[in-house]
């Protein structure tokens, strides 16, 4: 059969969730035995995320080829779980950065270089690479932003070009929308959406599908009459209601035959989905009768999308422990101006996340030194590690103003330096230790046992590591080095050997989680902390 495109743009207001209504959608096409892979395509100018605060942009999702990308690539990893690449985030600044080297090595001829027909053809040809590339049956593009964003022009027009390029059958678009309930007026309003498809169809792209993200279900009268406006049959128009768990999303829509309706405008085989694995572990997890509290300690706590894959690792850790695992989120800076006082109390674990920058450190330090004399489960990624180790060299092994380099240049006791292959470099973007790299385990550990497997591969994103000066120091102390590079150069994981649950490591293992299968390291720190919460219970 010829590849399938579908494309996913969104109206009204930003953040209604097309990276996950396309995630989703990929899922029941994937049960369907298709093979599916998803791009987004970022209208900004940043070449990448790398270098873009939090605040601008929530996380960045790193992938095993070292690309830091768009947190949506984490939500299609998750439900079609499948490994994205570099090639499944493209931005502005990408497109235009290749065709300005085109020119630049003549490969226009001469001729004036234009939005139209250069810029379009560099999106439309990088969406024919992926294709091909992947050898996918049907290929799914989210465009970010929302119509009428001048940013996101381009990437309509090319759009545009494409479904009139192509034939009926080869192409889908989906429009996302708002359908809001005005409490006063008791009634859903179909405006926004009506001006959303106004705007769409006057850059000349007509939507075959409508999803209307709302509160309520859409009755039948409320869809005819946005088919009406919109130009498309009620039954296209379909509700994209709000749910307890993103991971019933796709349940939805299977149940309001959304897939189905895919399935025969491309004019696939009607293959059946079984999602009955999926149905089961939902209900498993909306009933779960036990929940557990653990704490997570950074400085973007008020920004939730910067802790995205690590909020999602905990719901399927949460559901392989048959737990609900709530999160208390700590602001590390609150810690330093305040105490710790009661932030901590009745959690049964503590969690210290990735970052960068000295704000907030000492707050983490904290947060650290009472999960260590407490016996608190705790888990430390990256910065997690590295603060952890901190903690250790100044309050065990007495190494007073034991710092990292990131954060005190002339600290007397760098136990955290800046790696050697990074000294030397000074462009900030896409220059870190970044992506799958191998790591070593001991067998007898906590890492071995969580792994079940002495060699794994993890996602990175780094600059400073353990210096291996104290590597002999903190393990006549108490520090067990866990896991380490093949080579022995990189201490990728730390664990201390008289606690319950204590370990650190420099990886990001939120990146590989699975609603079909936990990371083992979450999976085995929220079983750590329900045994703790077990504890605190007598």
Known sequence: MSRKYIFFTGGVVSSLGKGIACSSLGLLLKARGYSVTIIK??????????????????????TDDGAETDL????????????????????????????????????????????????????????????????????????????????SLPFLEALRQFKLQNKVEDTLVVHLTLVPYIAAAKELK????????????????????????????????TKEKIGLFCNVTPDAVKTALDVKT????????????????????????????????????????????????IAICG???????????????????????????????????NIEHDGLGDKLAGCSGILVPGGFGERGIEGKLSAIQYARENKVPYFGICLGLQTASIEFARNVLGLDGANSTEFDEGTKYPVIDLMESQKEISDKGGTMR??????????????????????????????????????????????????????????????????????????????????SKAHPLFRDFVAASLKYSALLKK
């Open 41 to 62: 395509l970022d209208p900004y100018i940043n070449v990448d995320p790398g270098t873009m605060s939090p605040y601008q942009h929530g996380e960045v999702y790193v």
């Open 72 to 151: 949506d690539l984490g939500h299609y990893e998750r439900f079609i779980d499948e490994d994205m690449s570099r090639i499944n985030n493209t931005t502005t600044g990408q497109i235009y950065n290749n065709v300005i080297q085109k020119e630049r090595r003549g490969d226009y001829l001469g001729g004036t270089v234009q939005i139209i027909p250069h810029i379009t053809d560099e999106i439309k040809n990088h969406i024919i690479m992926v294709g091909e590339k992947t050898n996918s049956d049907i290929l799914m593009v989210e465009i970010g932003g929302t119509v009428g964003d001048i940013e």
């Open 190 to 221: 179909t405006k926004p959406t009506q001006h959303s498809v106004m705007r769409l169809r006057e850059i000349g792209i007509q939507a075959d599908v409508l999803l209307c993200r709302t509160d309520r279900i859409l009755d039948d009268g």
């Open 246 to 293: 993103i991971y019933e999303v796709p349940l939805q829509y299977a149940d309001s035959g959304f897939d189905q309706l895919v399935v025969d405008h491309l004019q696939l085989a009607n293959n059946k989905a079984d999602i009955s694995a999926l149905r089961r572990k939902i209900e498993r997890y909306k009933n779960v009768d036990r929940a557990i509290e």
């Open 299 to 333: 400085k973007y706590v008020e920004l939730l999308d910067a802790y995205k894959s690590i909020i999602e690792s905990f719901v399927h850790a949460g559901i392989e422990n048959d737990v609900l695992v709530k999160l208390r989120w700590v602001n590390t800076e």
């Open 434 to 515: 970044l992506g799958s790299y191998p790591c070593t385990l001991k067998k007898g550990t906590k890492a071995f046992a969580a792994y079940g497997e002495a060699s794994i591969n993890e996602r990175h994103r780094h600059r400073w590591e353990f210096n291996n000066k104290y590597k002999e120091q903190f393990e006549k102390a108490g520090m067990r080095i866990s896991g380490l590079s093949p080579d022995g150069n990189l201490v990728e994981m730390i664990e201390l050997v008289d606690h319950p649950w204590f370990v650190g490591c420099q990886f990001h293992p939120e990146l590989k989680s699975r609603l």
